[in-house]
């Protein structure tokens, strides 16, 4: 059985109307990701999540909340001295978001610091991928962040799959510059890369994906993914030098996009993990985001995704 260890941040969500009715929860790209492929694969792929929340009655419910989702919890630090970071969601009619974030000094954003992180660095030589994000590096003190790089390059070293999404958010970011020379040293590294459209036009001022694909080959990635919404998704490999375009069917009702690039991460890399082609993955991809858009939140009711069963 193949082990994905996913590194990140998860933070109480409040998603509703400011000084209105507001639905609590949590979720984090990493996070959201980890949850949605724990369900897909049915213990069938080990599922464990890197991070750090503090000791507090939320911290001791999400731990609770993602072992019954399936997500090993094993290597997840416990801080007294923090707590979660928080973050509110506001929708538009069209079930766009825009998100206000309170996170600064969240347990997570000092991970690296923590007196037990070199227990979780080393159990990570045991796992088959490690998976981050734009946000995993973001939220990090500059110093830690080449401290997580270094990290992940001797992993990679090791034999150890590197997975990462950019997940550009130009607000956790002094400017784009350093986001940029972060990224650089990541995609050097990077076995699969699932990058959004939009993220890297923003980014990286990419006039269309295949300026996208370009760059990403240079950089040294060996696989990538490129996520165009509604239009599906192209794929790369650039070491067997084959190209795939995988068409997805729309969704007529979208209520939330929050955690769709999240979800389609968990139905591609439930099928990468299992030694599926590119198409059955990125089909499963689709189909796990165009149920997750369906309903509001980054992590839907677990019955809403129940019949799925990407085995």
Not at 116 to 126: G, I
Not at 234 to 254: C, K, L, M, S
Not at 292 to 300: E, F, L, T
């Amino acid at each position: 059985m193949k082990r994905i260890a996913l590194l990140g941040e998860c933070m109480i969500e409040l998603n509703g109307a400011p000084f209105g009715a507001m639905v609590q929860t949590y979720g984090g790209d990493s996070l959201n990701t980890a949850v949605y492929l724990a369900r897909c694969t049915k213990g069938q792929v080990g599922v464990e999540y890197v991070s750090a929340l503090g000791t507090d009655a939320i911290s001791d419910g999400m731990i609770s909340r993602w072992q019954e989702e399936g997500v090993g919890t094993e290597l997840v630090l416990r801080d007294g001295s923090r707590q979660p970071g928080l973050y509110l969601i506001q929708l538009d009619e069209q079930g766009e978001r825009t998100f206000l974030y309170w996170r600064n000094q969240s347990a997570a954003r000092y991970m690296m610091q923590h007196t037990d992180f070199a227990k979780v660095e080393a159990e990570l030589a045991n796992v088959d991928m490690v998976y981050l994000s734009g946000i995993s590096l973001a939220i990090l003190p500059a110093e830690d962040r080449v401290r997580l790089v270094e990290m992940l390059a001797k992993l990679s070293q090791q034999g150890v799959e590197i997975a990462f999404d950019s997940n550009y958010r130009p607000a956790l970011w002094l400017n784009a510059d350093e986001a940029r020379e972060c990224y650089r040293q990541v995609l050097e590294i990077t076995d699969l890369a699932l990058v959004t459209n939009d993220d890297e036009q923003n980014l990286w001022g990419d006039s269309d994906e295949e300026q996208t694909l370009v760059r990403l080959q240079a950089a040294g990635v060996k696989k990538a993914v490129v996520k165009m919404g509604a239009q599906g998704n192209h794929y790369n490999d650039f070491v067997a030098g084959t190209r795939q375009t995988i068409p997805t069917t729309p969704v007529e009702t979208v209520v939330d996009t929050t955690s769709a690039g999240d979800s389609f991460n968990a139905g591609f890399l439930a099928g990468y993990l299992q030694g599926k082609d590119a198409e059955q993955c990125s089909r499963q991809g689709h189909q796990l985001a165009g149920i997750v858009i369906q309903h509001k939140g980054a992590i839907i009711p677990k019955q809403a995704t129940d019949a799925i069963d990407f085995v």
